[in-house]
């Protein structure tokens, strides 16, 4: 199983940027497609990005396009989002998981396998 950890969370100000990073333990990552999903107190957790194992397919949730970008370097087993123009509505625990096989469309929380414990990111006004 790949085992991933999550950082760069933080309290931000809205308009900000904010990079976050999910890291591997395991080379197998490569292997699998990435994805970040977020949850906000009392919500369901939602998709926001995904990015294929080679990294050179994604999509994105519309609340984030245009404003988030996925990426990964497999050659350090890890993936990022980074995040601008934050807003408010942004804030949420934003979870990595992997070991999860994607080709188009909007993932499923239930395609990937493992995931990691989050990182809080609060958008103040």
């Known amino acids: 199983q790949v085992h991933v950890v999550e950082s760069g969370g933080g309290l931000v100000q809205a308009g900000d940027s904010l990079r976050l990073s999910c890291t591997a333990s395991?080379?197998?990552?490569?292997?699998?497609?990435v994805a970040w999903f977020r949850q906000a107190p009392g919500k369901e957790r939602e998709f926001v990005a995904v990015?294929?194992?080679?990294?050179?397919?994604?999509t994105y949730a519309d609340s984030v396009k245009g404003r988030f970008t996925i990426s990964r370097l497999n050659a350090k087993n890890t993936a990022y989002l980074q995040m601008s123009s934050l807003r408010p509505e942004d804030s949420a625990v934003y979870f990595c998981?992997?070991?999860?096989?994607?080709?188009?469309?909007?993932?499923?929380?239930?395609?990937?396998?493992?995931w990691g414990q989050g990182t809080q990111v609060t958008v103040s006004s």
């Open positions: 395991e080379p197998t990552f490569s292997n699998y497609a």
């Open positions: 990015v294929n194992p080679k990294g050179n397919n994604t």
């Open positions: 998981a992997s070991e999860g096989y994607w080709t188009q469309g909007t993932p499923r929380s239930a395609d990937f396998a493992s």
